[in-house]
């Protein structure tokens, strides 16, 4: 785990053989490389914890930020049972209501202090980065999954687009990946060349979307959802005929019900025309006839409207592609 340095180490020069082995003084300790003294005081802790301070680790007042430094260096060390114990705390804490609420995407910048002019941050709140990588690293599916889902929040607010693109590319988190293109696509272009982040890559595989998305509009009227018929049904080709209609009739009237809604936004044109579906068949707004010549298949209409739209949302990153 620990490794000793060798005297016989080829690499070393002749003055170096005469030198005490790292590890038996205290002038010569063992150098762990790639470790921080944060995460090797993680260990420490956890290894000679008290167990109200292990209780402790374990409630809504537990210092997240010990238990990524802890969950990082037990992978690391292959450390299994404290690895899985911390990661298990960590996805408790972050399970309760709320926690995810206030977590910042990134640490902010160290701060002078104020009287001795080191520098200082905010060391109890683990960055929505950090959690991420840690999930991913650890493959901790259930925090991944909670992570994945407060940068869905963060895309639909508008808020770290081209953070969350470049995230979901590290990781390939192909579900958020293609929100945060799909968001910053309706930025518009001068919002891109302000993103001093962005790269001549993600600007093509932004204008691939656009252009993408846009064809996949225009031939989705014409296209509708394979439609699963009811036992109950009597007459499948007229069905088939109503449906055909009326998804055409669904999406297109789409366009008009929100004017603000920008012609390149197919994703909120298809959740908008899965909603209209949901209320006609629920009976709230009127089908203007339609479902009257597929009684019996319209709940599968449904269906098979809300079937699209998923299908989109999981496919969605594959048209930000010039390999589309």
């Known amino acids: 785990m620990f490794s000793l340095s060798s005297e016989t180490d080829s690499s070393r020069s002749d003055s170096s053989l005469t030198a005490s082995p790292e590890g038996e003084c205290d002038d ?15 260990l420490l802790w956890a290894l000679y914890a008290l167990p ?40 408790t804490f972050y399970s309760l209501p709320g926690m995810f609420d206030a977590i910042p995407s990134v640490n902010p910048p160290a701060l002078p202090h104020p009287t001795h ?19 991913a690293l650890c493959e901790k599916t259930e925090l991944l999954n909670a992570a994945i ?34 968001a910053m696509m309706l930025k518009g272009k001068a919002h891109w060349d302000s993103e001093v982040t ?25 296209q509708p959802p394979a439609l699963t018929h009811s036992a109950r049904c009597t007459s499948q080709q007229r069905c088939t005929k109503t449906w055909t209609t009326l998804w055409k009739t669904v999406l297109e009237s789409s366009v008009a019900v929100i004017a603000t ?34 009684p019996h298949c319209k709940e599968s209409a449904l269906y098979a409207t809300t079937m699209k739209v998923r299908e989109i949302k999981d496919s969605l990153a594959d048209y930000f592609s010039d390999d589309f």
């Open 28 to 42: 010569n300790p063992i150098r762990l490389q790639g470790d921080t003294a944060d995460e090797f005081r993680a």
């Open 52 to 91: 109200h301070e292990l209780m402790l680790a374990t409630s809504q007042e537990a210092n997240c930020t010990q238990l990524v430094s802890l969950a990082r260096i037990t992978h690391k060390y292959q450390f299994r049972s404290i690895e899985n114990w911390a990661l298990s705390a960590l996805t």
């Open 117 to 135: 002019g080191t520098q200082t941050t905010d060391t109890t709140t683990p960055s929505l980065v950090q959690i991420t990588e840690l999930a």
């Open 149 to 182: 889902t407060r940068w869905k929040r963060q895309i639909g607010e508008g808020k770290d687009l081209a953070l969350a693109m470049h995230i979901g590319e590290r990781f390939n988190l192909r579900s958020m990946l293609g929100l945060a293109y799909h």
């Open 198 to 222: 962005l790269t001549r890559d993600h600007k093509i595989r932004l204008l691939c979307g656009y252009y993408n998305l846009n064809k996949l509009w225009e031939s989705l009227p014409s």
């Open 261 to 294: 809604l920008q012609k390149e936004d197919l994703l909120g044109r298809i959740m908008l025309a899965e909603s209209m579906m949901k209320a006609m068949v629920g009976g709230d707004i009127p089908s203007q006839g339609f479902l009257d010549g597929m």
